[in-house]
C-alpha cells in the first residue's frame, strides 16, 4: 500500500514537471512571437519619394496603401533570413546605378527587370496588367505610366 503510495506521489510529480515544462514553452513561443512583431516596422504613409537613379530627373513616388495585398517580404525581400527594410539602393544592396548593369547588384534592373527571383516594379505590373491594353499602358509603360509621373501624381 505504501508502495503505490509513493509511486502515486512520483506520478504527481511527473505530470507537474511536464504541465510545467509545457506551460514554459507556450511562454517562450509567445516571446518569440512577440518579438518577431515588434521587430516589423510601421508601414510607411503614403507619397513616399523613392531613393532615385542619380541621373534620373523624376522622383518615383510609391504608396504602400496600393500594394498592401502583399507582404512585406514579396518586396522588403530577406537579407541574412530576415525582412530588410533599408533602401533598395542602400550600400551593399542594389547599388549600382549603371542602366546596362544586369547584376542583382543593379538598382536599375531590380526595378524593370523582367525575370529575377523576386517580382519587380515591372514584372508584378506586366502580370497584373496582363492582357488588359489600358491597364499595360497605365501600369507598365515607360511615359506617361503611373511611375515615372516626376511626383504629380498618376497620369
Ligand atoms: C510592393 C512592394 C512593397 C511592399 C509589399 C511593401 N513595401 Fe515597404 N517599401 C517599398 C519601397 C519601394 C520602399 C522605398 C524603398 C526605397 O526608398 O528605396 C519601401 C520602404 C519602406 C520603409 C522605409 C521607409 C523610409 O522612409 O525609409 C519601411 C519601414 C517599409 N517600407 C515598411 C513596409 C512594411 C512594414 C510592409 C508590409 C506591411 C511593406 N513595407 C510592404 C515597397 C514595398
Ligand atoms: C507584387 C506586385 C507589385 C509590385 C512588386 C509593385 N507593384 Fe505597383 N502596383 C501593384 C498593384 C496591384 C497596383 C494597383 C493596380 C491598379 O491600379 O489596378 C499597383 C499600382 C502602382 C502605382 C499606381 C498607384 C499609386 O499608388 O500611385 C504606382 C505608382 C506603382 N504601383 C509603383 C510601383 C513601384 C515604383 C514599384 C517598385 C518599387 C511597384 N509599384 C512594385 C502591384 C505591384
Sequence with gaps: M????IREVERMEDSIMRIFTICM?????LAFALFALAD???VPPDGLKMQNMPNSKQPIIFNHSTHSKGECITCHHPVDGKAD????GAAGCHDVFDRKDKTT??????????DLAHPTCISCHTKIAADDAEKKKRLTACRN???HTGGGGAS
Design 2 to 5: 505504501r508502495e503505490s503510495g
Design 25 to 29: 514553452l507556450a511562454a517562450l513561443s
Design 40 to 42: 516589423e516596422p510601421k
Design 85 to 88: 527594410f533599408r533602401p533598395c
Design 105 to 114: 547588384k543593379s538598382y536599375y534592373n531590380m526595378m524593370h527587370g523582367k
Design 145 to 147: 505610366a503611373v511611375c
